[in-house]
């Protein structure tokens, strides 16, 4: 979330708008990680794109006035890095909303950067944990409605090789149980994602590591969700952020 205001910001400081590259200058961040912030934020209302440039949305002008979501977002990205560092790799929280997967928060460090969005995560949700996780907890009118929209598609050789296999692992796991895929999504990447309890809506607390590390990944797991109940009692979590 921090580079996101930081592009906001960015944005914020040129009447006239400024390219995706400029602003990716100016916040300090790489052009890829740039280019998924930016659709993001314009996706969300807080950017509109005219004519090349981006130029802050009507959604910007709220975010001075909304000091209880800001508050509420805050404390959610300070529980995320305090998992990072106890578990040691980057943690990501997404959550099923309006019919697509949504990454709320992501918390990464120099030493282990998160996994680059290189093919857009809503429409690739059969191909990473986030998403299996999310779908596995949709019923099955809900995920047919989304492999209507999103068909399963391999996008790396790793990737579950069509919809009826993919449905065969969903309805094999058992009730809250950790997914897992190894670079299905990136190659070179492995990842788990465990299922979090938010009211009626589907949500997920995930970690990535790089695949020569997957020896890792069942300690990691384990530490995150003895982690995540903290997280749900101390701060009454909440997915309307």
Request: glycine residues 10%.
């Given at each position: 979330?921090?580079?996101?205001?930081?592009?906001?910001e960015a944005a914020g400081s040129h009447g006239d708008g400024a390219p995706a590259?400029?602003?990716?200058?100016?916040?300090?961040?790489?052009?890829?990680?740039?280019?998924?912030?930016?659709?993001?934020?314009?996706?969300?209302?807080?950017?509109?794109?005219?004519?090349?440039?981006?130029?802050?949305?009507?959604?910007?002008?709220?975010?001075?006035?909304?000091?209880?979501?800001?508050?509420?977002?805050?404390?959610?990205?300070?529980?995320?890095?305090?998992?990072?560092?106890?578990?040691?790799?980057?943690?990501?929280?997404?959550?099923?909303?309006?019919?697509?997967?949504?990454?709320?928060?992501?918390?990464?460090?120099?030493?282990?950067?998160?996994?680059?969005?290189?093919?857009?995560?809503?429409?690739?949700?059969?191909?990473?944990?986030?998403?299996q996780c999310l779908l596995g907890q949709l019923d099955e009118k809900a995920r047919?409605?989304?492999?209507?929209?999103?068909?399963?598609?391999?996008?790396?050789?790793?990737?579950?090789?069509?919809?009826?296999?993919?449905?065969?692992?969903?309805?094999?796991?058992?009730?809250?149980?950790?997914?897992?895929?190894?670079?299905?999504?990136?190659?070179?990447?492995?990842?788990?994602?465990?299922?979090?309890?938010?009211?009626?809506?589907?949500?997920?607390?995930?970690?990535?590591?790089?695949?020569?590390?997957?020896?890792?990944?069942?300690?990691?797991?384990?530490?995150?969700?003895?982690?995540?109940?903290?997280?749900?009692?101390?701060?009454?979590?909440?997915?309307?952020?």
């Amino acid at each position: 979330m921090q580079r996101a205001l930081r592009l906001l910001e960015a944005a914020g400081s040129h009447g006239d708008g400024a390219p995706a590259k400029q602003l990716a200058r100016e916040a300090g961040l790489p052009l890829p990680t740039a280019y998924h912030l930016l659709r993001t934020l314009t996706h969300e209302g807080y950017l509109r794109r005219e004519g090349g440039v981006f130029v802050l949305g009507a959604a910007a002008g709220r975010l001075a006035g909304g000091g209880l979501q800001q508050k509420r977002r805050s404390m959610i990205l300070d529980s995320l890095a305090h998992f990072r560092d106890a578990v040691g790799a980057p943690v990501y929280f997404a959550v099923y909303r309006e019919g697509e997967i949504e990454v709320v928060g992501v918390s990464d460090s120099p030493a282990g950067p998160a996994c680059e969005e290189w093919a857009d995560f809503r429409a690739t949700g059969h191909a990473h944990a986030i998403g299996q996780c999310l779908l596995g907890q949709l019923d099955e009118k809900a995920r047919k409605d989304h492999y209507d929209r999103h068909p399963v598609e391999g996008i790396t050789p790793y990737t579950v090789r069509d919809l009826h296999a993919l449905e065969q692992r969903i309805v094999s796991w058992e009730r809250m149980q950790p997914v897992t895929e190894s670079q299905e999504y990136a190659l070179g990447t492995v990842c788990a994602a465990i299922p979090i309890t938010a009211g009626d809506t589907a949500a997920t607390m995930a970690i990535s590591l790089p695949a020569h590390q997957q020896s890792r990944l069942p300690y990691a797991v384990d530490r995150l969700r003895s982690e995540v109940g903290a997280l749900l009692s101390t701060l009454s979590f909440s997915i309307s952020i």
